[in-house]
């Protein structure tokens, strides 16, 4: 069965870019979209041109005879289906497809990222202003560290009750804590 390359980039470049057997046309349908086109390989069959409107079968049948396309859209179909038949089947061989289409397309294997270097720990974080709300939750953890607690859960309760955001105590805890080992 024979297919039709169609360019359907935009309506006005609407054309037959070529017409072969399924597998060189899938092969050039990759080089050109490589290229930037956008491109469909419908059957050379009449109900193949339902993928066009009117407008871009108009332009399809002017860019291939150059006259002015019939109006009835049945007269439009038959008449690009017969100029089409007409036209000598694409001879490029699928060997030089399919090469073109491995140096556009290369089928690299998927690139493992490099291990990364074990770090070393580095310095506690430093501690915030008193004032803000993350130093008032490292004043706290201090407070209870003083009486002999140092339990999570008691400090996040302690910091809840002076207002401050449960999410923003457990995090700076965390910091407080690793700044204390």
Known sequence: MK???IDVTNVESTAVIAIATQRPVVLLGKVHAAQGRKVIAPPLEGRSFAKLDKLALQYLYWNICKETPPDEYGDLVRNCLAKLNALPEDTTSIEDL??????????APASTPAEKAPREPGAPPPRPKATSTTGRVWEIADRLLATGSTDRKAVIAACEAEGINPSTASTQYGKWKASKL
């Not at 399919?98 to 089928?107: D, H, K, M, T």
């Open 98 to 107: 399919e090469r073109e289409v491995a140096r556009l397309y290369p089928e």
């Open 3 to 5: 297919y039709m390359l």
